[in-house]
């Protein structure tokens, strides 16, 4: 990937993390709360700021086998989504809040959608065996189904793909601003 592209996608992972958006997927959706009486204000958005945890989870704590890498076109090599060297039966969970939208089987393969809401959507493909059924509502970390060889989960905003590891502590950057007139 061009150095240019990557700096692009770089900040659009940063712009998107949770803080950045200011969305909490831990809440439930809007539509499934009731609805506010109509003398109240109507309710804020959270303030952006430092979380004290991750927005996503990893969905298994087996090692990465193929890390995001965005392809550089439509149809160009590259990994949409992190591949996760499983043993079969290892248990997948959600890796955040969320509905199961799709539950079954496409082109011979289990797969599992999960929609977090404001756009967001996450995908566990090659899956042993189906937990979670469609229309689930579904907690960070409650299964979604069970491993086989490998596990590929990918995340996408707005129908975009991005790299899930920036949405988890393991994509989380710390950086330190250093005064241009205090040598370092």
Do not use: K
Request: charged share 15%; aromatic share 6%.
């Amino acid at each position: 990937m061009p150095l240019a592209r990557r700096s692009a996608a770089l900040a659009l992972a940063a712009a998107l993390s949770p803080s950045a958006c200011g969305l909490d997927l831990s809440a439930p959706p809007a539509e499934s709360r009731p609805p506010a009486p109509a003398s109240s204000p109507p309710p804020r958005a959270p303030a952006p700021g430092p979380r004290s945890e991750p927005w996503f989870q990893p969905p298994v704590s087996a090692p990465v086998g193929d890390p995001f890498r965005m392809p550089e076109g439509p149809y160009g090599p590259g990994n949409r989504g992190i591949e996760y060297d499983t043993e079969p039966g290892d248990v997948v969970a959600a890796a955040a809040a969320g509905e199961v939208v799709f539950a079954g089987s496409v082109a011979r393969s289990l797969h599992v959608t999960i929609d977090h809401g404001a756009g967001v959507v996450s995908s566990y493909s090659y899956l042993e065996r189906i937990t979670a059924p469609v229309g689930a509502r579904l907690a960070r970390g409650d299964p979604v189904g069970l491993a086989s060889e490998r596990l590929h989960f990918g995340v996408r905003v707005d129908g975009a793909y991005v790299d899930p590891a920036s949405l988890t502590a393991a994509g989380a950057v710390t950086v330190r601003l250093i005064p241009l007139d205090d040598p370092p």
